[in-house]
């Protein structure tokens, strides 16, 4: 991979998820769906669940609507600019 690396840069990336596939498993490549219902059973509530997300991307029906199903209040926070005060 060092060799490709110094000649066919654009090629490291399939040959880094090659090897990980090879010589690992296949699960540690694939991009699986988030699936919400699971993160809420895995969760505790003295624990905050964090969503570090792409741009574009709006999970907040999703949440409001499993936090609506098990009856609780959702508070939601963006970290955007200005918001560190409320955070705290």
Do not use: W
């Not at 574009?56 to 918001?83: C, H, N, W």
Request: charged share 30%.
């Amino acid at each position: 991979m060092i060799v490709l690396r110094c000649f066919r840069t654009d090629r490291v990336n399939f040959a880094i998820r090659n090897y990980v596939e090879h010589f690992m498993k296949k699960e540690f490549i694939e991009n699986r769906p988030t699936i919400l219902k699971d993160i809420f059973d895995e969760s505790k509530n003295s624990e905050p669940i964090i969503f570090i997300l792409s741009a574009g991307v709006d999970p907040t029906a999703a949440i409001k609507k499993q936090a609506d199903e098990r009856g609780l209040v959702l508070e939601p926070l963006s970290m955007g600019k200005g918001q560190s005060e409320k955070a705290k």
